[in-house]
């Protein structure tokens, strides 16, 4: 088990041990086409009539329940729209806007979201001992692998893996409670959910916090 004055965490603009950036957004293999942005924009913004709400109206703000989607991985997006429609992954709101949006319509949107800059959910700062805490989880892999093996150094997701830097710490919270209490079924090889089983409300706060803070922080990670 690690020691806790193994880490030392401390508030800067840069993510020291991974290199990640609050400007950029996750990187994608292919240049996005201009008119699947347009359309990803338009839905966006405006929702499609009658049956689609904007997605901005959830998912723009970092509050709440919902998860901010600027900067996420498109195949992430995409992937997770495809679970609503299909019910591999259910929700009282997304899974009739899910059903309502065609493949097309679902790639646009991903590839809108996925285009724009990465940001940091509002709120209050988390103390240093509950980021300590988180980054023991994340980065270190104490309990569990750490966060970074799947989830990429400093939250960058990676591919269909979401990217959590930046996210809003309510939404991973009871994400990660959901995958642990049965309630959320659609990781690959029930990964998150093995996870998820190892790790108390206290712990999923810490990783929820850390990952918000993560572009602010510099990790040192122990010597040997």
Known sequence: MFRKTLLTLSVTAVLMAS???AAAPAAQKNAPDPKELQMGQSIAK???????AACDNCHNSGTGPF???????????????KDFRTGKREHSMMTP??????????DAVAAFYSAQPVRKAPGPGASMDLLE??????????VVTSCDTCHGKGGDGSNDIVALAGQNPAYITAQIQAFRD?????????????????????????????YREVQDLVVELPQD
């Open 97 to 106: 806007i899910a059903k309502a949006m065609n493949e097309a319509q679902s």
């Open 46 to 52: 405006e929702g499609i009539k009658p049956s689609v």
């Open 67 to 81: 998860p901010l989607l600027a900067g996420q991985r498109k195949d992430y997006i995409a992937r997770q729209l």
């Open 133 to 142: 805490r988180g980054a023991e989880l994340a980065v270190l892999g104490e």
């Open 182 to 210: 049965g309630k959320r079924g659609n990781d690959s090889m029930s990964m998150m959910r093995n996870v998820a089983s190892k790790l108390k409300d206290a712990d999923i706060k810490a990783v929820a916090a850390f």
């Open 19 to 21: 290199g990640a950036s």
